[in-house]
């Protein structure tokens, strides 16, 4: 993970330095100092080019003469009074992209007291570098041949602020989301050859160094229980089905106080199954564990800042593939809670999955409330395309605060109907239910409404992040790929709503 520092402010002697412009090419004070020890370099440099101060502009100044500098780098915030936390950290995201493509290694970012900005100026510099570290992930261990020149270079960002002790102690637990969120990254990005429901269900396990509380069910356990549903999707594939179940007790007041609990689909490869998918794009069905991936890098986050919380975490883990023993369309298969499905298309086993998830999660639990993370539907992304993910829920006021939480994150969320009349379309002749209605209207509520019947009036929440988990251009703290999309937003839903003080 890139190193980040924070310093007391001071010019450097030398390498790279970056100072803050803000709109209309009004330099920041430390920018003005820099600029008179530069007798007027940097304002020149800036009147000869486009560069204005725009938010994530970035304007390099070289080898200016008079200072040991090798680089200064003027970085544009926008308009004062609209930079938020949230802006920030895009703005750290630009400083750092810019950095690694020209092959620096390390550099001072002065968080400018940049005129009307709200918050301290620790508090703008723990924001910058989140952003900063946010944006150096990157997936590249079997790229073996890539040349160094290639490679991002960028090893150490110093924030220098004043305040920096205070900034370096709120950073830290900005730090263990960062990590929560590489490792969503990480195990979202791996082949399906590599992460498999076993190999997925390692990963859970490797929580326990932090201090969670992991268990496994295995396909006998399962059975034992009654996941008719889960299994049935993971028949076909040589790789068992595996639930891990991931606690944490952060709760000062104790163990026994009810907790949080987040479950999440974690199909590691989705071919459809019999309902096979056309082989154009089938890859992008290796992500189709990231609700699971999402699930344990939350864990990773609350247990890594010791969160004063207790959270649950549980997970489906299968594969589902086209074999002799994979599961026919017009199976009728047995769920947990004791409801028969009628799998009419063996493609729509996202929810087979979480059916089981679900019911347990609330029969042993007893939770608060339940959030759910899948990429359910292709349909999710005809509807809100890749900026929103999908929320249903059967409760306002956790609809309430995800909303909240999204905006502060940057990680939106946009509500979506639930209703009796759409319930009433999975209604099946032969059995309790059927997994699809077989038109195409309403997919992602038709999918949310199957979870519901799995919920037993526990607040619930879904999110559908089919079209938000994978990213396919570079974006502010965001680089392409895994984008692990519902960390920093859970994380901060924990942390606003549901902590012990
Ligand atoms: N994993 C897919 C949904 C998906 C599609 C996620 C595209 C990410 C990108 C899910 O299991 C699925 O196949 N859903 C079907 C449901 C249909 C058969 C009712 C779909 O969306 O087509
Ligand atoms: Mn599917
Ligand atoms: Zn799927």
């Not at 500098?69 to 895009?90: C, H, I, N, T």
């Not at 946010?134 to 220098?160: A, C, G, I, N, Q």
């Not at 609990?261 to 890859?283: E, H, R, Y």
Request: net charge neutral; proline share 4%.
């Amino acid at each position: 993970m890139l190193k980040i520092a924070f310093a007391e402010p001071k010019i450097p002697a030398a390498g790279t330095y970056a100072v803050a412009v803000s709109a209309d090419r009004t330099l920041s004070p430390e920018a003005v100092e820099l600029d008179k020890k530069l007798g007027g370099a940097l304002r020149k440099a800036m009147m000869a080019t486009r560069f204005t101060g725009k938010r994530d502009e970035v304007l390099p100044v070289l080898a200016p003469a008079g200072v040991g500098l090798q680089r200064v780098l003027l970085y544009g915030v926008g308009k004062a009074e609209e930079l938020s936390d949230l802006r920030l950290q895009g703005v750290g995201g630009a400083i750092l992209a810019h950095l690694n493509s020209v092959g620096e290694t390390e550099a001072v970012v002065s968080v400018g007291r940049v005129g009307g900005a709200t918050g301290t100026a620790a508090q703008r510099a723990v924001e910058l570098a989140y952003g900063a570290v946010l944006r150096s992930y990157r997936f590249d261990k079997y790229r073996t041949k890539e040349k160094p020149e290639k490679k991002p270079t960028m090893k150490k960002l110093t924030v220098s602020v004043s305040g920096a002790s205070a900034a370096q102690r709120s950073f830290m637990n900005r730090e263990k989301v960062a990590e929560g969120v590489f490792l969503t990254r990480d195990v979202v990005s791996e082949p399906p050859n590599v992460i498999y429901p076993i190999t997925l269900a390692e990963q859970a396990k490797g929580l326990a160094k932090l201090g969670v509380d992991v268990e496994i069910l295995g396909v006998k356990e399962m059975k034992k229980l009654g996941m008719g549903a889960l299994l049935g999707v993971g028949q076909g594939s040589v790789h068992e089905p595996q639930v891990a179940i991931m606690k944490w007790f952060g709760d000062p007041k104790g163990r026994d106080r009810k907790p949080v609990a987040f479950c999440g689909k974690g199909v590691t490869f989705d071919t459809g199954g019999i309902s096979l998918k056309p082989a154009a794009g089938m890859w992008d069905m290796k992500w189709d564990m990231a609700g699971a991936g999402v699930v344990i890098g939350l864990m990773k986050a609350l247990a890594g800042r010791r969160a004063k919380v207790n959270a649950i975490g549980v997970v489906g883990l299968v594969e589902n593939m086209p074999s002799g023993a994979a599961q026919r369309p017009g199976d009728i298969v047995t769920s947990m809670s004791g409801q028969t499905i009628e799998v009419l298309n063996t493609d729509a086993e996202g929810r087979l999955v979480l059916a089981d998830v679900l019911w347990y999660t609330q029969d042993r639990f007893k939770p608060r409330f339940m959030v759910d993370l899948a990429t359910l539907t292709g349909a999710i992304i005809v509807s809100l395309g890749h900026e929103h993910a999908g929320l249903f829920s059967n409760n306002d006021e956790l609809v309430e605060k995800l909303v909240e939480s999204g905006k502060a994150t940057g990680e939106n969320v946009w509500r979506m109907p639930l209703g009796d009349s759409y319930d009433q379309e999975i209604d099946s002749d032969a059995a309790d239910m059927r997994n699809i209605t077989g038109v195409p209207a309403g997919g992602s509520i038709i999918g949310a409404q199957f979870l519901q019947r799995f919920v037993n009036s526990v607040p619930w929440a879904h999110l559908d992040i089919a079209g938000v988990a994978w990213s396919k251009k570079d974006t502010g703290t965001v680089p392409k790929g895994a984008t692990a999309f519902g960390v920093r937003l859970l994380d901060h839903f924990v942390a606003e709503n549901y902590e012990s003080s």
